[in-house]
């Protein structure tokens, strides 16, 4: 097995793990250790310090990703990239720095209604942006070095038992809360400097430039290619942290705690479509460099099916049982999002759906309409929320995100219909969100049982039995048809 393939399957593994301590963490451990408007600060200075550490990186990440292979084993240190990977960065962050400092005064009237509780806390965010663009720009070395399953375990794993730890200790009362958000900062650090250590230990730190390394790729392009990068990635970056944000600065810290576990309850369904993508992204551009448009139709068609199934059976199994899932909280408050988590899983669902559409874009000829439509889609959101949150709360946040998400998605995939003949829907589709409706309103109307776990088994047990059993009984899944003779053919050998 060749290296890439062995940091694939390390990742993949990493990535399951990391699903697993992440959902027990932040959906259940935090929110019975915190009070929601705690939980709400530490959202909301993780979320201001990403967007600062990404406008900081001016995608450097991405560039090293793209340009590096020119620079690999160019003489001593290839070539010297890794100081250059860092210099134009660390720069950017004396600005970002200059630009949080001098508008505190405008965020903390944002947040004028928990002034008392962000103002003590507000210089914590400078050293989070810059632990987490120190992060970002070593991941994204190691990653072109094909070295990635450590800083993937340190994010994925580490970070999130080093936060609990935080939490427990707080709670146990080691920690005073402005303790607890030192260290809550601090596991970043500490990621960020065992990152630092490894790339040490492999010998690959380091740090003098080379006059020659512009020789071999000028400025002018690496910082070109960065500007489009930085566009493109900080709109995912507003998909991720904007809604918290303005629920935060609209509503309360408190209320920015609540849908920030609903949103960490609907981010389990993304994790199939994720590993779909990376498997996808590759596949696609290897299509699009042999001109195989009847392969790339194939594969789209199937992966939205095969989406679609998964995406359905999951939704529908955490939309059924948010009761237990929140009972296991022991917060009532939580559960007041339970609408908001609808609306998310029914985005996150049609953007999983049609997720391919977007890989199908970035690799082909036209990839720049990609970044327009994530500007579109950035735009949207902040444009949602402006209007929903103040006239609907925690409901109108997610309502923003699942009409903007489901729009952008709908108008890329008739763009890649329209501009190069390729559609995923046929009868197929349609059948299985029949039967998925029919195999949720069942399970759905069932009683609820005096014990919530018998409650969730005959829930998960009925929905399970009767999406599989029509799924089989329609043909709509072949390959599951499929698996089901495999699995006869070796009973009977």
Known sequence: MGLVQRQSLR??????????????????????LLSSSQLGLTTTLVAIATLGAQLAAFGLASTTIRYFPYFRNQGRAHAGFLPLLLTLPLLGFGVVASVLWLGKPLILQLYHRDTALLAPHYGVVFGLAGVMLLYALFDAFLRALFRSAFSSFLMEVVIRLLIVAAAAAYWQGYLNFSGFVLAYAGSYAVVALLLLVYVAAIGELNLR????????????????????????????????????????????????????IATNISTALTLPFRALNKTAFPLIAEYWKDGAMDKMADFYRRSTRVGTIVGCYLALGIGLNLDFIYGLIHRPEYATATTAVLLLLLGRLIDGITGVNGSIVLTSPRYRYDLIFNLSLSASIVGLNWLLIPRYGLTGAALAYCVAISSINLIRTAFVWYVYGLQPFDRRIGLILLVAAVAGAVAWALPTLPNSWLTLLLRGSTLTIIFGLGLLLTRTAPELNNLITRVRQLIKH
Do not use: C, W
């Open 11 to 32: 990742n993949t593994l990493i990535s399951y793990v990391g699903l697993i301590i992440g959902f027990v963490n932040t959906t259940i451990i935090l929110p019975r």
């Open 209 to 260: 430039p080379q006059r020659h390394s512009l020789r071999i790729k000028p400025l002018r392009e690496l910082v070109g290619f960065g500007a489009f990068a930085l566009l493109s990635n900080i709109s995912g970056t507003v998909l991720l942290t904007i809604d918290n944000l303005m629920v935060g600065a609209k509503l309360s810290l408190a209320a920015a705690g609540v849908y920030a």
